[in-house]
């Protein structure tokens, strides 16, 4: 057996998982062969000088991700782990994964501003009302209010994953202020540096352009019409864990950085603070969850907001993106019913489909769950970021029981899924190839269209085993590249 078979032989120990870049018989797929031959190839010392030159470039321009963690007395600031071997797609494979993504997000923007109107799919019994009515993210605040072109999810955050087969699942829905923007540009401009003649052979679709559409989608929703309208992003501050992407965003699209105390609500608009004296503001780009938005119509202890704002916004002076009250379509247990959506309000077949779900909530459900936590993994519907979550074959009998215990209580607050056998793509480790699992978070920007960035941002469980790839819990990222043929 030749080396390279043998080191192979060596990565792929598993028949279990579907690899992203080798076959079941250890055969190099055909779109990653360029990429393999380089890393394959490359001595360990180029290696070091590659990894360090990477880590110093990050350090450099301050990319970094700030951990809270119950162990820490203060929070971590620090670059986000960066592997540099690139995840790969084939053209025709991407093809359908957009497809797929922009369908899903109609449907989502469809079913939001039907719970805030008519709520013809509660009234069908597609969807139960005790679903919409007592989800944490429901705003009553948001009913007839009518959103600037109806476009209520500007920008989201779809996470996709490979089982076993290599068929793609969408394991959660971003609709809220979804983030990760900044690691894939910031990403892919150290890669067509540091790889300059690989990235440049393996014709990778440009992702520049999208921050034009990004761009653009924003301005379509300025109420005003104004051909350059005032955007802003508003921001929870500086100490927010992804601040890096709030300034790299403002600084690319040129729009207004802004906190709370930077805005102005006079006469139902909102004004942003500058050298010059007020300034109308005619979209917020918002970067901070809906109960911290305005005080006076959500959490009033909120000093990140702008008390007045949602008037402002009511008497449609003001765009925000994505709208308030969109999270009620992101929550986990909604999720389970998105195929039916895009059958209810689309008439079409999902061309993605969803990780098989329980609704604890629904007894049979429940009972089959709490008799197979082991084999399950249970999520908090409200939470994100590998927040609240039981992985069952991986968890301890005392954290099994824990979750039993808390679903019997409040079984309304999770929802089981099948655990998927999440695909794996390398890294490099110590100077050799290692396997470690993945999924992708793929961003659509709808304005008057729909567009997917080509690629999105590929998150890597790190730890040797796990399935947990959130940057929160210690998870790393890779570029993505989409190739053109």
């Given at each position: 057996m030749s080396t390279a078979r043998q080191s192979q032989t060596h990565y792929y120990d598993s028949q279990s998982f579907y690899d992203e870049m080798f076959d079941k018989d250890l055969a190099v797929r055909p779109h990653y062969e360029s990429v393999h031959r380089l890393f394959s190839r490359m001595k360990p010392a180029e290696q070091a000088a590659r990894q360090q030159a990477l880590n110093q470039r990050m350090l450099e321009e301050g990319i970094t991700f700030t951990l809270y963690s119950p162990n820490q007395p203060e929070p971590l600031e620090r670059t986000i782990p960066f592997d540099y071997i690139p995840r790969v797609i084939p053209k025709h494979e991407w093809e359908a994964i957009d497809r797929g993504l922009r369908q899903r997000v109609q449907a989502l923007n469809a079913f939001i501003h039907d719970i805030y109107h008519e709520q013809h799919i509660v009234k069908d019994g597609v969807i139960p009302r005790r679903m919409i009515v007592s989800n944490t993210y429901f705003r009553p605040e948001m009913i007839g209010v009518d959103v600037p072109g109806g476009v209520y999810i500007t920008a989201s955050g779809i996470d996709l994953i490979r089982d076993e087969k290599g068929k793609y699942y969408v394991l959660e829905d971003n609709l809220r202020s979804p983030s990760g923007f900044s690691y894939l540009y910031k990403g892919r401009t150290m890669m067509s540096e540091l790889f300059h003649d690989l990235y440049l052979s393996c014709s990778v679709q440009d992702i520049e352009r999208s921050l034009n559409v990004f761009l653009s989608a924003l301005r379509s929703l300025s109420p005003t019409g104004k051909r350059d309208p005032v955007i802003a992003l508003l921001s929870p501050g500086s100490y927010n864990s992804a601040y890096f992407e709030h300034t790299f965003l403002a600084q690319q699209m040129g729009l207004h950085l802004v906190e709370g105390r930077d805005l102005v609500y006079k006469d139902h608009k909102i004004y942003v603070r500058t050298l010059s004296g007020l300034r109308q503001v005619d979209v917020i780009y918002r970067r901070l969850d809906d109960d911290y938005l305005d005080p006076l119509a959500f959490n009033p202890n909120s000093m990140l907001g702008v008390p007045g704002l949602m008037n402002a916004y009511r008497a449609g002076n003001v765009a925000i993106a994505n709208a308030p009250g969109t999270g009620v379509a992101d929550d986990k247990a909604v999720y389970a019913y998105v195929p039916d959506m895009?059958?209810?309000?689309?008439?079409?077949?999902?061309?993605?489909?969803?990780?098989?779900?329980?609704i604890?909530?629904?007894?049979?459900?429940?009972?089959?769950?709490?008799?197979?936590?082991?084999?399950?993994?249970?999520k908090e519907t409200s939470l994100s970021g590998g927040y609240g979550m039981l992985i069952g074959p991986t968890a301890s009998a005392k954290e099994i029981a824990a979750f039993a215990d808390a679903i019997r209580k409040a079984p309304e607050r999770y929802v089981a899924q099948t655990t998927m056998l999440l695909s794996r793509a390398p890294v490099m480790l110590d100077g050799a190839m290692a396997p470690r699992h993945i999924d992708l978070r793929a961003f659509v920007l709808k304005g008057t269209d729909s567009h997917v960035i080509p690629g999105g941002l590929t998150r890597v469980a790190l730890n040797e085993g796990s399935l947990v790839v959130n940057s929160s819990q210690g998870g790393g990222v890779k570029d993505t590249w989409v190739l053109n043929r």
């Open positions: 895009i059958r209810y309000y689309l008439g079409e077949e999902p061309i993605l489909s969803n990780v098989p779900t329980y604890l909530s629904r007894k049979e459900d429940r009972e089959f769950a709490l008799a197979h936590l082991d084999q399950l993994v249970v």
